[in-house]
């Protein structure tokens, strides 16, 4: 009978903008649902206190570090920042997750369990809400339609089998991290996520969804709005269209291979 692969050390970067009212409580969460994972907050010079939260509860527990950034750069700026900060620490797996309680912590063992799954590698697991088995918590219908709409926008437009390239719950090997080149990364917002999905099937890497269940924040604001995905909706169709004329002029696209169960 297989073993899972022994993953060594893995921290979970969790970036942060006014979240004082939510960190704690997640990072207390993430700490007791794993307790071998360390956590890496990511705090953008936030206003209310973050920051200096965060400060604390890396003082109380060994396993939380903290990384202070001058200002407010976007998201993908700040994974970035926290990605590199973990390559340099040795960390051997790197995960991302949000800081409102919308990616349940007691589900991170679905993630850890396929990326150690030795019948079925993966370099990068994304937890996904539209595979068979996920879902989405305190939703509307129109959001759930334009983000089930975005992600196929995405899949036909780039040619990749992903089904939630916009997902922000996941794990990276090292190896992968290193294969895609980061230093050459110029997404700042929520594009990042679909960014680094595409670099990672373009390195022939191999990526793997895992269905897990998606819950609204109940505390706090969110930092999506309507600049931040027309961002995202402008920079997507740019890729798309260089990715077939690419292929008009016999280039390769996306080498794309995935798993889901």
Do not use: C
């Not at 926290?82 to 995960?95: C, K, S, T």
């Not at 759930?144 to 990749?160: F, P």
Request: charge should be negative; charged fraction near 25%.
């Amino acid at each position: 009978m297989s073993t899972q692969v022994p993953l060594g050390r893995t921290v979970m970067v969790v970036p942060t903008y006014n979240e004082a009212d939510n960190l704690a409580w997640i990072v207390g969460r993430v700490r007791a649902a794993q307790p071998d994972v360390d956590v890496l907050v990511v705090d953008d010079a936030s206003p209310d206190g973050t920051g200096a939260l965060a400060d604390d509860l890396a003082a109380h527990d060994p396993q939380v570090h903290v990384l202070h950034r001058t200002g407010k750069g976007g998201l993908g700026a700040a994974y970035l920042a926290g990605f590199a900060h973990a390559l340099e620490a040795g960390y051997d797996v790197v995960g991302e997750m949000d800081a409102d309680g919308s990616h349940q912590p007691e589900q991170l063992g679905r993630l850890l369990a396929a990326v150690s799954d030795p019948d079925d590698p993966a370099d990068l697991v994304i937890g996904s809400r539209w595979v068979p088995g996920g879902s989405v918590e305190n939703w509307p219908w129109q959001r759930q339609a334009l983000s089930r709409g975005g992600n196929l926008y995405v899949r036909l437009l780039l040619g990749i089998p992903v089904r939630d390239a916009t997902a922000g719950f996941r794990l990276y090997r090292r190896s992968a991290l290193e294969a895609i080149r980061l230093d050459e990364v110029r997404s700042t917002g929520y594009v990042f996520q679909t960014d680094l999905v595409v670099r990672t099937l373009r390195a022939g890497l191999r990526v793997r969804e895992v269905p897990i269940d998606f819950v609204e924040r109940v505390r706090g604001d969110s930092k999506m709005t309507g600049a931040v995905a027309l961002e995202s909706l402008v920079r997507i169709t740019g890729w798309g269209l260089a990715d077939r004329w690419d292929r008009l002029r016999g280039r390769a696209g996306v080498a794309a291979t995935t798993a889901v169960r």
